[in-house]
């Protein structure tokens, strides 16, 4: 049966990694960005090249969309419809980092208003959207698997770091996300999980790379080294293939072990 994932900033980085995992179990794809369609194209087309060495035949489509944009929400909802008439899990991955890290003290309200409205408003509203189609398409297959949700945040959910407090603020924010879509959602079977990323090596992480590898070389992740983008996939991967039915709300974190208060 046709499976259809909508990852949410798959150009580059997390997303594109959480694209090329699902393409490889045979999943179709919505591959959105926001402006750099150049990369999107290339994930469309390293989607479909994985998928067939797995012997699966897959379908991708690109549809660009500030998620941040209320008519390009819907826009993207109705291209994932259009496209291929059914929408099975919703990834809520697009994200920004400041375009400068200020101290709390210094940093600005724009850089403020525009993390909000990437970070949170965007995916809180398209999974508003998203899950007003999703309970229509239970309604009429209600025999069909049941669409699952996942979100990704941060560790920055609850780790301060004083040179980003929008990003932190942004990302605590978004934790909120699951619990209310899970509580929502539950009776109805659609499944909500939030993915916890520690520090993945993408773009966003390019200009601290020299910093983490000092911090991770002197034990700041019991495991070692950093996350790559194919570690989110893989637990993306788990939810896609229902391999937790029995939980929703959860958060999984993919960090290396990071979260683990030690003595
Ligand atoms: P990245 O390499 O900078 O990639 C960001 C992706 O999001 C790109 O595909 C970009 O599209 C897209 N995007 C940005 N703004 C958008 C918007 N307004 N609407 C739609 N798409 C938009 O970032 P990343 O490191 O993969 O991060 C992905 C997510 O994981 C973010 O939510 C981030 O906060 C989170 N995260 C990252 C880390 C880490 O260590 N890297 C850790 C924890 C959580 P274009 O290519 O078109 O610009």
Redesign the pocket.
Known sequence: MKRVALI??????????IALELAKTGWHLVI??????A??SQTAADCLAAAQAGGHAIQTATC??????SA?RARLLDFTYTTFGRLDLLV??????PNVRADILEASEESFDRLI???VK?PYFLTQLAARRMLEQVAQAPEEPRPRIVT?????AYTASTNRGD?CIA?AALAMLTPLYASRLADSGINVYEI??????????GPVREKYDKLISEGLTPIPRW?T?AD?GKAVVAIALDLLPFSTGEVLNVDGGFHLRRL
């Open positions: 949410t900033g798959a150009s580059r980085g997390i997303g594109r990694g959105n960005y926001a402006g750099n369609a990369a999107a660009q969309a500030d998620i941040s944009i390009d809520n991955n697009a994200g920004v980092a409205n990437i970070n965007g990704i945040s941060s560790i920055s990003y990302k916890r990323p520690g520090v993945i090596a993408t773009d966003m992480t996350g983008p989110v």
